[in-house]
């Protein structure tokens, strides 16, 4: 069927979808294009999927991104998140204790945390008067891997070192 032009085609109602009801209504089909800003490949692409049912016809990116409306062919600005995140930092703390020999707790502030012999002394005194001292901050996978290689050398040493973490 091919439908009257204007004013008395009852297709040139408001367009509806999808698009299916209009595949032999080459006027309505094209006011509609218009409508909705699209070339007639767009109904050419439609006119097919009608005739193949279960074949889908592509949403233009506008549409797929969630920027457009399908129907109104309006577009939408979205203000979009920065995908870059800071990652959550965590102090690696030394704890005093009354056994650990003092050389032990400097090898291991050289061995696990990289610090020099200087620095190294200088956490170690800092642990040994005040009772708690900073190794080093970092991203949580990091932190954990620390404590864990500092407890686990501890253990097998024989000494009650002890290593945790806090969220900064
Ligand atoms: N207090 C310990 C001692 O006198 C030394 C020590 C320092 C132990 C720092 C633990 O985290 C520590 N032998």
Redesign the pocket.
Known sequence: MVCNPRPSCAHDAVPTWPLTARKNCLHNGLTMLRRLNRSPAFLNDTLQADNHPGRRVRASRADREGGGDSKTGASTITKTKPRTQRPNLYRVL?????????E??VLVLQDVFNKSREDAMR???H??TKG??ECGIYPYEVAETKVTRVMDTARKNQ?????VMEKK
């Open positions: 030394l704890l005093n204790d009354d056994y650990t020999p003092m032990f707790v956490i170690m005194l642990v040994h708690v001292g000494h009650p070192l002890q290593c």
